[in-house]
């Protein structure tokens, strides 16, 4: 018979796997859906905290690339970077507060990102992605039924 302790291990462990498997799969489905995009490619930034385990703050995953658009005064071709911040849920975790989207909002303004994402994978399931937008006012998460456009 398991102890009230090792069954909270199991349920911990578990949500870490899903976490972990969260991550990967979105990473799999961002590149799956951008993989016929010129160069060049973006790269991908997983924070993990101690153990490999879940990191304090609201961004989980980043999707960086040099930009090669035509540059600003006083900067050359590639010397830019294009970012997305990008928040990940997996398994049944919940969608994330309205606090939760101010911060990725201003981390977003701050580090001139171009987009915040929000990407939920549920296992044996396609992952789902939500772009956070601002409408009436208020901050909502708007589902993005093509990725690509995002990471174009």
């Not at 294009?82 to 309205?98: D, E, H, M, N, R």
Request: hydrophobic share 45%; aromatic share 10%; proline share 4%.
């Amino acid at each position: 018979m398991a102890t009230k302790g090792s069954d909270y291990d199991d349920r911990w462990e578990k949500a870490h796997r899903t976490a972990r498997w969260a991550v990967t799969m979105t990473q799999w489905w961002i590149r799956h859906a951008v993989k016929r995009a010129p160069f060049p490619q973006w790269h991908f930034l997983k924070f993990a905290g101690p153990g490999g385990r879940e990191s304090r703050g609201v961004v989980d995953l980043i999707a960086v690339r040099k930009d090669h658009s035509t540059p600003r005064s006083g900067l050359k071709r590639g010397d830019a970077l294009q970012i997305i911040l990008i928040q990940v849920k997996g398994g049944s975790a919940a969608k994330p507060t309205a606090e939760a989207g101010k911060r990725l909002r201003i981390v977003a303004r701050r580090h001139g990102a171009r987009a915040v994402l929000l990407a939920a994978w549920k296992k044996g399931k396609a992952a789902r992605f939500y772009s956070l937008c601002k409408e009436a006012g208020a901050l909502t998460w708007i589902e993005i039924p093509d990725v690509s456009v995002l990471f174009c």
